[in-house]
């Protein structure tokens, strides 16, 4: 539609997806503010956010843009009513919300458009509520911004990597996968579904993702891929689906929220829920593991592995811990927790009136990478002493250190030996079979 010689993007889903009137969003805003669990928002370039009706999934669309930052905002949204090849572009001045226009950045529109031949297709954008379905929440939580919509469709996620590669320099640009999860299964198999999804996107591996995944699945795994090659992670912040609300499990919708964070995510945890965590072990002793978790935060559900050391007076009372992560580490903690106070066979059980005494001490694990060595000599080169833990696995027996025991045993030929012994093995045990893993912790 043009006026005033500007070519306006009309708003096709008002009072259908959201409603069609400002203050009540605002109010929407206003409830979900009260339902954020840290009040601490780490400001991410890029998220991952669901684009369905906002009763539906309006949480977890407003929380995933709330930690976005810049200005400049790049929307990769699915073309669900047109056929795209590749992807497409616009050619509009402006795209109106409920609150008022928000302005294309043509300048970066047409730079896409020449550096990577594209074209543009208004006719795809008309009836596409993906893009929309973001626009009332960023104009009213954020100043001066201007967008740069991107319809996806038949297209390889190298094409979304290099964009996101080629604009991440700026920090001023910022990035929105607009995406929901899997479509209209029977509630069981969309919740295995979606959880299988959130895997391959925290872990950075889509190497089997497939489209009935997410209705954008090249723009998700484009996504996952920059993060991968930048060592960055995604963090989870809210994951439901449609039968939540309606009570319809035949047919239901998935939604997940993710944001970029530049970092690990034991980093993350480390430095937004180091309280909550050492709460939840304590909590966790003091009730004998028996703990109903009706929520927690979000990122606490993706799978982790945690080892939970307690000490008395300086000294060790107990530790046990998971090498791999293999639950949800709201559920590793809880259990090593207790299985450290009452199940450690090198000590008694913790006694009521020592719970007040102990130290507590986490250590958040990333995923073991295996180390590959010619010989004793190279193996103990390849290692980081005060960084690495070790695991040593040879004839069924296997033995871990915690880069905590360098403070112990700072001599890397020493500390393996020690690691051997811990095996089972004698100190100067060598064979072709034994295999070796490093990872690394954070320390709580």
Request: proline share 3%; with cysteine; charged share 20%.
């Amino acid at each position: 539609m043009r006026g005033d010689n500007l070519n306006i993007k009309k708003a096709q889903v008002a009072g259908i997806f959201y409603p069609n009137n400002e203050n009540e969003i605002q109010e929407l805003i206003c409830q979900y503010n009260k339902q954020i669990q840290n009040d601490t928002i780490y400001k991410s370039r890029l998220v991952i956010a669901p684009h369905a009706g906002y009763r539906f999934s309006g949480f977890g669309t407003y929380l995933s843009l709330k930690h976005l930052s810049g200005n400049n905002i790049f929307i990769f949204a699915p073309a669900h009513k047109h056929y795209v090849e590749g992807i497409a572009l616009c050619n509009y001045d402006y795209f109106e919300t409920v609150a008022g226009k928000i302005p294309v950045d043509k300048i970066t529109n047409n730079n896409l458009i020449n550096n990577y031949k594209l074209e543009c297709n208004n006719e795809a954008f008309e009836d596409e509520h993906a893009i929309e379905v973001m626009l009332p929440f960023l104009s009213l939580i954020k100043d001066d911004i201007k967008i740069i919509p991107i319809l996806v469709g038949n297209c390889s996620p190298n094409l979304i990597y290099e964009i996101i590669s080629d604009y991440y320099h700026d920090d001023n640009n910022s990035f929105i996968i607009s995406s929901d999860l899997s479509h209209f299964l029977s509630n069981e198999k969309a919740v295995k579904t979606d959880n299988l999804t959130a895997n391959m996107i925290e872990n950075c591996e889509c190497r089997n993702f497939q489209r009935t995944q997410a209705c954008n699945a090249s723009a998700i795994c484009g996504a996952v891929s920059f993060a991968k090659s930048n060592n960055f992670s995604f963090i989870r912040l809210d994951m439901r689906n449609s039968s939540q609300v309606t009570n319809d499990k035949n047919s239901v919708v998935g939604y997940g929220s993710w944001i970029l964070y530049e970092g690990e995510k034991n980093h993350y945890i480390k430095l937004y829920y180091a309280d909550y965590i050492k709460n939840i072990c304590y909590k966790s002793i003091k009730q004998q593991g028996k703990m109903d978790i009706k929520s927690c935060p979000s990122v606490l559900k993706q799978c982790g592995a945690c080892f939970v050391t307690l000490e008395k007076n300086n000294a060790l009372r107990g530790c046990i811990g998971s090498i791999v992560a293999y639950r949800e580490l709201i559920y590793d903690l809880i259990q090593n927790a207790y299985l450290s106070a009452y199940k450690d066979p090198r000590f008694l059980p913790i006694r009521d009136d020592e719970i007040n005494e102990i130290t507590i001490k986490i250590s958040l694990l990333s995923p073991p990478d295996e180390i590959f060595f010619d010989n004793e000599e190279d193996l103990l080169n390849k290692i980081v002493p005060f960084k690495d833990g070790i695991i040593l696995s040879d004839a069924n027996k296997r033995a871990v250190y915690l880069p905590s025991v360098w403070e112990q045993l700072p001599d890397k030929k020493i500390f393996i030996n020690s690691l051997k012994q811990k095996a089972g093995f004698n100190a100067d045990y060598f064979s072709n079979s034994l295999r070796a893993y490093k990872f690394y912790s954070e320390y709580i």
